[in-house]
């Protein structure tokens, strides 16, 4: 993966170059981490690409995992959701191909893809949109909530048709056994850990344990998600237990520089959740993310 970004990176900037822009080297690993950010940390509402472009540039941004959300609407997705299945269906991968060449010409690599279209409530022709479009992004992952066993096979089926791996995401199911009979189901799937929801989602699910779990599963995890909540809180709409990194009881520190010690590959996602504090915004909170883990990994 490193190695494809840095092509990308300097194919950026040739290109900028050429053209005469302004343009500063975007962040690169720290320590032999990959640092990436889920585009929902800088607002999971908005549905205006070139915002999130922006925002990606204006954080120091260089390698996202893609909310769907974030670039549907843009394409052209029609509002109403009765219709959301039928233009899935019908839109060319060529608009895909076009996407991935506005983030690949600023320097920002998709790594990962996250429609909201894989729910057992979703067509079958959703989810091989799902895959379709992850390949035309450019996107080595497609992102998926953990659901039924029903549902992760019919994934399973079309990710295989379509050589395409598939990051499982968990919420307050997350345990050490949650994740079981999707790596069983196919070879294509993998984990999307979510540290904070694993700290927040049990009592067994201690720092030890996620620590542990790291060690144990590194080879089937395709991407961590890097959230500060408190320990046995429920989710819930208003995230109050979210913390600003440092305050809540995720081990953001000591996951990062396991990651370090052991050379993980996987990226570590920052996802922005806490209340932004008076005076601030998303992109700042998000240079902010940044510098903690810079210092975790430069300790």
């Not at 904070?196 to 790291?214: P, Q």
Request: hydrophobic share 35%; net charge positive.
């Amino acid at each position: 993966m490193n190695s494809r970004r840095s092509f990308i990176k300097k194919s950026s900037l040739i290109t900028l170059g050429a053209l005469n822009l302004k343009f500063s080297p975007l962040l690169k690993d720290i320590n032999g981490v990959d640092i990436s950010v889920i585009t929902y940390s800088f607002n999971p509402g908005i549905e205006d690409m070139n915002v999130i472009i922006q925002n990606c540039l204006d954080s120091g941004t260089d390698n996202i995992e893609l909310m769907g959300n974030h670039i549907e609407r843009s394409m052209g997705m029609p509002r109403s959701n009765r219709s959301h299945s039928n233009w899935r269906t019908n839109i060319s991968m060529k608009e895909f191909k076009n996407v991935k060449n506005q983030f690949k010409d600023v320097g920002v690599n998709i790594f990962a893809y996250k429609p909201y279209c894989m729910s057992p409530n979703n067509t079958d022709n959703e989810i091989e949109y799902a895959m379709k479009a992850t390949k035309a992004l450019g996107a080595e992952f497609v992102t998926a909530e953990l659901t039924t066993e029903d549902n992760t096979n019919r994934i399973s089926r079309f990710a295989e048709k379509h050589n395409v791996k598939v990051g499982y995401h968990a919420h307050l199911q997350a345990s050490e056994t949650a994740w079981d009979f999707a790596l069983k189901n196919s070879k294509n799937n993998y984990i999307n850990l979510d540290i904070g929801h694993y700290i927040a989602a049990r009592k067994e699910n201690t720092k030890e344990n996620l620590l542990n779990f790291m060690l144990n599963n590194h080879s089937r995890i395709c991407s961590m998600h890097l959230k500060d909540r408190q320990a046995i809180k429920p989710l819930n709409v208003g995230a109050t237990d979210n913390q600003i990194w440092g305050k809540g009881d995720t081990p953001i520190t000591e996951v990062l520089q396991l990651m370090r010690d052991n050379s993980y590959k996987f990226t570590a996602t920052i996802e922005l959740e806490y209340r932004i504090p008076e005076g601030s915004n998303r992109v700042k909170e998000v240079k902010k993310c940044f510098d903690y883990c810079h210092k975790a990994l430069n300790s």
